[in-house]
């Protein structure tokens, strides 16, 4: 290119445009004295094209050409190359270098880097060198200043004395500075020597050498470490590395120490492929001080999609002793493992069947259950069901099921089941009604039986009719539904006295459960039946918005003739056991069951459920639950449950900002039945715009025999540089019913 075709001097507008800013990365504050604000940060990995062949454009308000082939140009200029930008107050092309040297108000500006300094000279092969330049990284917004910048033509960057920062300008919450950073834009990694950590102006960390990430992509390194402490462990610190080995697997090694016991090691595994993912987690405590022993924890996951209709999901998990989760688990949820499921499960699906194959196996962890009430063993478990409809109403189903149970005490045995059923489906605007028939067959082949037969068979027809109305009634801008149902089933009585229980239980009864022709959940038992469930529910819609303001339902079933087949242990659904007072005769009704939810005032919510005994006079169980949540990072839960004979518990649990960027934390649930606290947590959170901290304590029930723990965790993540707080959030969201993690405080500059 010759200097002619180069150069253009012809003073414009565009000439004396201001320079690109280097914004602040949350708000609009700037590093440069300017109204632009820099485009948004890009999450697509910076793409290098070859820049070098394309013309260079030189605008300029007039020039000097020397016989040498220099043209001093005078300011404003401008250099344009594609997306590369160049502006001076005063510049200097050499025509046999094709450089330009500039001085005086220095921008530059690509895809990927913005920076203003004093001095600098500039390629258009993209290499380039400037002095004293205050810089912006586009990918992740990151910025900083530099004593000299030096840029290549394959987009590293090397700096010198150098200050760099994620936080936005003039409120550096963290800062780096080290020696010389080399930057590879290409891998969006910066690596820093000599390097010093500045946290609210204190000095907390040197390395001589330290990598970090300059953009969204994954970057292998090390997390920051996490601090806590336990009553049965003592003090724990952690210190967690990501090693991310390829786009589609990555690992997470944690090593720590704790106090009481010694070292520890965790590991997390990841991976992804174009028809699985899974992860293999485990945690480590080798030679435990207090245990005397090696201990840990092994969980692996996985799912396979071999074609669009087959499915492998696997779960595996082990534990070395029953006591680990007391000693390292987080919260009564964790303490109370009681068992420990590993499980292969292939599915076929398609438009009219799905065949489930099952493999599953447990681990006891609770030892003070008894051999002979522990999970049997399904190997295997084959699950096969079918359905067909035709446009006329008419639908067949069927399932089928065979599974060998296998445990090493009482009696084994292979359980078949198969259940055919043929209906008719009559639905018109407002009403709808679904009689159906059906056969159920139940056989066993059974070993280890100390008395009694080896092999049963039961049979037995079933009928049910499901009917059901709709009413709605415009009360303006509301809409008003009534929707009554009645389901009858029948099923005869066979006596199965002599059939054993592998795997059924009786449900609580509740409004989904009311609606069901089988009281059981299992396979183990024809359940007989000739009874008909009366319910109803009424809504209440906002028109304008599609808002529920209320819904409500009640339902009971009644008995024509009383249920006769039980489990071992009586625990008919909703059939309550008389009262000494009253007489023996089986109530001829189930219990009244009811829910309430109600959303009609501003951002207050009630959720009601009540199973209640017509015939004692008596609620079986109770959950209510009020809640108030004006926006997703503030809410507010007062709880209260009761299951007869088994817990009374109040709870409140509240997330709330307060002070600016302050975020308060808590929950209890109290037993009103033991007057004593069996799990609580409070915390606190300061969340700047590159800034956060977190503090946790706990106090829960960690123990069977009701033994108490109290721990507490803190935790510091540095925007830009780190993150931490997935699994603080998922805790809290799953302690605090209806906590979002959206930050509250996302809007506060």
């Given at each position: 290119m010759s200097l002619a075709a180069a150069l253009s001097l012809a003073a414009s507008a565009d000439a004396g445009a201001p320079p690109p800013c280097l914004a602040d990365t949350c708000g609009a504050a700037a590093v440069c004295p300017s109204d632009q604000v820099a485009k948004p940060v890009s999450k697509t990995p910076p793409m290098l094209p070859d820049l070098s062949g394309l013309p260079v454009e030189i605008e300029s308000a007039g020039a000097e050409v020397t016989v040498r082939g220099e043209a001093r140009l005078k300011g404003p200029v401008r250099v344009q190359q594609g997306p590369r930008t160049l502006t001076a107050g005063e510049a200097t092309y050499q025509d046999s270098t094709r450089s330009v040297d500039v001085s005086e108000a220095v921008t530059y500006q690509d895809s990927q880097l913005t920076l203003a300094g004093d001095t600098g000279t500039w390629n258009p092969n993209g290499t380039g060198e400037f002095k004293n330049a205050d810089f912006l990284l586009s990918q992740r917004a990151s910025h900083g200043h530099a004593a000299d910048i030096k840029l290549s033509a394959d987009g590293k960057l090397a700096l010198t004395d150098v200050s760099y920062t994620a936080c936005p300008a003039g409120r550096p919450d963290w800062m780096l500075r080290a020696g010389r950073v080399d930057i590879e834009q290409a891998t969006q990694e910066g690596t820093a020597h000599d390097m010093t950590l500045d946290v609210r102006g204190i000095p907390v960390l040197y390395l001589p050498l330290m990598s970090f990430p300059v953009g969204d992509a994954r970057k292998s390194g090390f997390l920051f470490p996490m601090i806590g402490e336990t009553s049965t462990s003592g003090l724990a610190i952690a210190t967690p590395y990501y090693w991310n080995l390829a786009p589609n697997y990555d690992a997470t090694l944690t090593p720590g120490y704790l106090s009481l016991r010694g070292a520890t090691l965790g590991s997390e595994f990841r991976f992804l492929t174009d028809n699985s993912r899974g992860t293999v987690e485990s945690d480590w405590i080798p030679n435990d001080i207090k245990a005397n022993s090696d201990r840990g924890y092994f969980k692996f996951g996985e799912r396979t999609d071999f074609s669009p209709h087959l499915r492998l999901d696997t779960n595996l998990a082990y534990v070395t002793d029953s006591h680990y989760f007391e000693d390292f688990g987080s919260g009564s949820d964790a303490t109370s493992v009681t068992y420990l499921q590993r499980a292969a499960r292939l599915t076929y699906l398609d438009d009219h069947w799905q065949i489930v194959g099952l493999i599953d196996q447990f681990q006891t962890i609770n030892l003070s259950i008894a051999p002979i009430d522990r999970p049997y063993n399904r190997v295997p478990e084959v699950d096969v069901r079918g359905h067909w409809n035709d446009d006329t109403g008419f639908g067949a189903e069927v399932h089928a099921q065979a599974v060998d149970f296998v445990r090493g005490i009482g009696v084994q045995g292979l359980r078949g089941r198969f259940d055919p059923t043929v209906s008719y489906t009559w639905r018109t605007p407002g009403a709808y009604l679904i009689p159906s028939i059906g056969y159920e067959t139940l056989a066993y082949a059974l070993r280890n039986v100390d008395s009694g037969p080896t092999s049963l068979s039961i049979s037995a027809p079933k009928a049910s009719v499901d009917a059901g109305l709709e009413f709605e009634r415009d009360h303006g801008t509301l809409l008003q539904s009534l929707e009554p149902r009645l389901l009858y089933s029948y099923v005869p009585f066979r006596d199965q006295s002599n059939a054993p229980v592998f795997d059924t239980a009786t449900p609580d009864l509740n409004t989904i459960q009311l609606f069901k022709t089988d009281r059981y959940v299992g396979g183990d038992r024809l359940a007989d039946e000739n009874q008909l469930a009366i319910g109803a529910t009424s809504r209440l819609v906002d028109l304008a918005s599609g808002r529920q303001w209320l819904s409500a339902t009640l339902g009971q079933i009644y008995y024509f003739t009383p249920p006769r087949v039980t489990l071992p242990t009586p625990t008919v659904a909703g059939l309550p056991t008389p009262a000494p007072t009253t007489s023996v005769t089986p109530p001829n009704s189930s219990d009244i069951v009811g829910q309430l939810d109600l959303s009609a005032y501003q951002?207050?919510?009630?959720?009601?459920?009540?199973?209640?005994?017509?015939?004692?006079?008596?609620?079986?169980?109770?959950e209510i639950l009020v809640r108030y949540q004006p926006a997703p990072g503030?809410?507010?839960?007062?709880?209260?449950?009761?299951?007869?004979?088994?817990?009374?518990?109040?709870?409140?649990?509240?997330?709330?900002?307060?002070?600016?960027?302050?975020?308060?934390?808590?929950?209890?649930?109290?037993?009103?039945?033991?007057?004593?606290?069996?799990?609580?947590?409070?915390?606190?959170?300061?969340?700047?715009?590159?800034?956060?901290?977190?503090?946790?304590?706990?106090?829960?029930?960690?123990?069977?025999?009701?033994?108490?723990?109290?721990?507490?965790?803190?935790?510091?993540?540095?925007?830009?540089?780190?993150?931490?707080?997935?699994?603080?959030?998922?805790?809290?969201?799953?302690?605090?019913?209806?906590?979002?993690?959206?930050?509250?405080?996302?809007?506060?500059?």
């Open positions: 951002n207050w919510n009630v959720a009601m459920g009540e199973v209640w005994n017509p015939h004692n006079h008596r609620a079986d169980l109770t503030k809410i507010a839960n007062i709880g209260y449950r009761f299951r007869r004979d088994l817990l009374e518990q109040v709870e409140g649990s509240f997330a709330w900002p307060v002070a600016g960027r302050w975020n308060l934390y808590a929950r209890e649930v109290y037993s009103l039945q033991d007057h004593a606290t069996t799990d609580a947590f409070a915390g606190f959170e300061y969340q700047a715009c590159c800034f956060r901290l977190r503090f946790l304590t706990r106090h829960y029930v960690s123990t069977f025999n009701g033994d108490h723990n109290t721990s507490f965790t803190l935790q510091v993540e540095l925007n830009g540089l780190s993150s931490v707080s997935g699994r603080s959030d998922a805790f809290l969201q799953q302690a605090i019913r209806g906590y979002s993690s959206a930050n509250p405080n996302s809007g506060i500059p």
